[in-house]
């Protein structure tokens, strides 16, 4: 397993970048927007859990998708960045801004 890499400051600065403007495009979806959200604070899973008052299998089963979190604990994770949760119209995936972390 490879060892994790805490981002430098310019590497978290494009990260929320790129998650603000998936954001803006309504992009932004369920696991994939957990793990972004994560990473553009440069945080663990461990680190993100503690933040979060979740355990660290939890944040996994998030971004693996194989868990079914409660409103509040989406509530939880979207208020780290400001966000709130909510509907978004669908979009083809080819007109979404690819993320980073989908290479």
Do not use: C, Y
Not at 2 to 31: D, F, S
């Amino acid at each position: 397993m490879a060892r994790w890499k805490k981002p430098t400051k310019e590497e978290v600065h494009v990260l929320r970048q790129l998650l603000a403007e998936r954001a803006r495009h309504g992009a932004l979806r369920l696991p994939g927007a957990v793990v972004e959200i994560r990473k553009s604070f440069g945080m663990t899973q461990a680190q993100f859990a503690n933040t979060l008052g979740l355990m660290r299998r939890q944040v996994a089963e998030l971004e693996a998708g194989t868990a079914n979190p409660t409103l509040e604990t989406l509530e939880k994770i979207a208020k780290l960045f400001g966000f709130t949760v909510g509907f978004v119209p669908k979009t083809p995936r080819d007109e979404e801004p690819k993320s980073p972390l989908d290479s």
